[in-house]
């Protein structure tokens, strides 16, 4: 009869958790009990003789001011804890010294494993870490079971995530590097007397963050970005996350995008289809004043991102939202920021939500972080994952051009080749042809299902835009073959799948008129 510990290291995570388990209580055989104070959890729930379901967050194992070490509160066998979200506050086992008090101190896993000293530890998380100071393996041991991300894609419970590198780079104009050289040391000269504060102030402006930031890259990002989303629009609709180092460069970037698209942006919160979530402080410069928004606002544009129906189309952060935030109409990420680790591999993830028809969701890069996110995801090669964590868009062209081929092959031998100006008379000849075919109603609609899911991923690149009339007709020819088929809601959910491909349908208009 073991007790039950359940840790989390939020508040609202702990709460949500709880109110599953307290549901469940005539399953369980009794009432689980959550702590609400450090002093009911080392006083009360936790001494006992047996059983109980315990639900706690990490912090209430932190020090009272008088103490040096947590005290034990079982020496129990019988016990075991369950931590979630293990690669966030389950570390820290190494003593540092504090620069403040000169005392040594510990992680908070330190405490509960103080706490707990014979207690069974079992862990979930979706981003296992392997640092030297962070390694889950080496605080859990091995792993029970593995759910890898091509199960997790094969099961329907995710799609998988495409990647596109579109890398904005800055020539540098070597002519007038001498004059930006004299310019600085002007600058500097006039405003910091200090020599080692002038070489502070160098190493600040030459840092990646002011490269990242130069004006002139803002605003190829913005043009390109704008373009990017409206074509990926087309084929896929959805809402987009614009990723970016800093605050400051949320705010520009911001700017850069609504003097192209002006009516994107509104004062309100309520109102635009553009908006920057981001902390806010009383001290910020004016630029940014404009873009702070309380806790009921910031509740309020989280609707709004959710919502696929609401004209909030685009959000621009720096670290908000991209752990722990699910919005399932997401499907593209811009990412314009340096990000390794858990956090790049967390990031990503908030695209491969299943939504409707979403084949794919897609990861855009616009500064250069394929090694890193290689590097971050070899974990879960190393749990043996069966399946690639993302997927190069190239990989999505390739299956569109194979599809496309089938398709042809097909139809021969009908002559097709004037479709874009007579596509309405060589429908009933291709509709014939494909029906002398063996099975030929399903394996032709099937192929075009999967093109045009394809381009779908990679209708934002050269290649693929340059195929999509061909795609649209294609589309066209299969339309009727589905049409009233009467069958299960699964091909009702092809048929609307179709009915999305805007850029198709648009240019098969354009063909027939």
């Given at each position: 009869n073991p007790t039950l510990v359940m840790v989390t290291d939020r508040q609202d995570l702990d709460g949500q958790l709880f109110g599953v388990f307290a549901g469940a209580g005539d399953l369980l055989g009794e009432t689980p009990k959550q702590a609400n104070s450090r002093a009911e959890l080392r006083e009360h729930l936790l001494n006992r003789p047996s059983g109980g379901i315990i639900?706690?967050?990490?912090?209430?194992?932190?020090?009272?001011?008088?103490?040096?070490?947590?005290?034990?509160?079982?020496?129990?066998?019988?016990?075991?804890?369950?931590?979630?979200?293990?690669?966030?506050?389950?570390?820290?086992?190494?003593?540092?010294?504090?620069?403040?008090?000169?005392?040594?101190k510990y992680g908070l896993a330190k405490s509960l494993r103080d706490a707990l000293p014979n207690a069974t530890f079992l862990a979930f998380t979706g981003t296992p870490i392997s640092q030297d100071d962070r390694d889950t393996q080496a605080v859990f041991g091995e792993y029970v079971s593995v759910y890898d991300i091509q199960q997790a894609v094969e099961d329907g419970a995710t799609v998988p995530i495409y990647y596109e590198s579109r890398l904005a780079k800055i020539n540098l104009d070597v002519s007038a590097l001498p004059k930006v050289d004299q310019e600085v040391e002007d600058i500097l000269d006039s405003e910091i007397a200090d020599d080692r504060d002038k070489e502070k102030a160098k190493s600040q402006w030459s840092a990646l963050e002011a490269i990242v930031g130069t004006d002139a890259r803002l605003q190829e990002i913005a043009e390109?970005?704008?373009?990017?989303?409206?074509?990926?629009?087309?084929?896929?609709?959805?809402?987009?996350?614009?990723?970016?180092?800093?605050?400051?460069?949320?705010a520009r970037l911001y700017d850069k995008i609504v003097e192209i698209r002006p009516d994107w942006h509104s004062d309100d919160h309520m109102k635009g289809a553009l908006k920057v979530v981001m902390t806010a402080s009383a001290s910020d410069k004016a630029y940014l004043q404009p873009h702070h928004t309380n806790k009921s606002q910031k509740k309020d544009l989280e609707k709004r991102f959710k919502d696929p129906e609401d004209p909030l189309r685009i959000v621009i952060?720096?670290?908000?939202?991209?752990?722990?935030?699910?919005a399932p109409c997401l499907a593209t990420m811009y990412i314009d920021k340096p990000m390794q680790g858990a956090n790049l591999a967390q990031a990503i993830a908030r695209v491969n939500r299943v939504f409707k028809d979403k084949p794919g969701g897609l990861v855009v890069d616009y500064i250069g972080i394929a090694p890193q996110l290689k590097e971050a995801l070899a974990t879960y090669s190393a749990a043996k994952g069966k399946g690639r964590p993302t997927i190069d868009s190239s990989e999505a062209l390739r299956i569109l051009k194979e599809k496309i081929q089938v398709a042809r092959d097909m139809l021969a031998p009908v002559d097709w080749s004037d479709f874009k100006k007579k596509a309405l008379q060589l429908?009933?000849?291709?509709?014939?042809?494909?029906?002398?075919?063996?099975?030929?109603?399903?394996?032709?609609?099937?192929?075009?299902?999967?093109?045009?899911?394809?381009?779908?991923?990679?209708?934002?690149l050269d290649d693929a835009l340059e195929l999509s009339p061909e795609v649209a007709f294609h589309q066209a020819v299969r339309a009727p073959l589905v049409k009233g088929d009467g069958g299960g809601e699964g091909e009702r959910r092809d048929v609307n799948f179709e009915l999305q491909q805007l850029v198709s349908q648009a240019v098969v208009g354009e063909g027939v008129a």
């Open positions: 639900f706690t967050t990490i912090q209430k194992f932190g020090l009272d001011a008088d103490e040096n070490k947590f005290p034990v509160l079982t020496d129990r066998h019988n016990i075991v804890v369950i931590a979630d979200e293990a690669h966030r506050t389950q570390y820290g086992f190494k003593a540092k010294i504090d620069s403040e008090s000169g005392t040594i390109d970005l704008i373009a990017h989303y409206e074509t990926r629009s087309q084929t896929q609709p959805g809402k987009a996350m614009i990723v970016t180092m800093s605050r400051d460069i949320c952060v720096r670290d908000m939202w991209l752990t722990g935030f699910d429908i009933p000849a291709c509709l014939e042809r494909v029906l002398q075919h063996e099975d030929g109603k399903r394996r032709y609609a099937d192929t075009v299902l999967q093109m045009t899911k394809a381009f779908a991923l990679c209708g934002t």
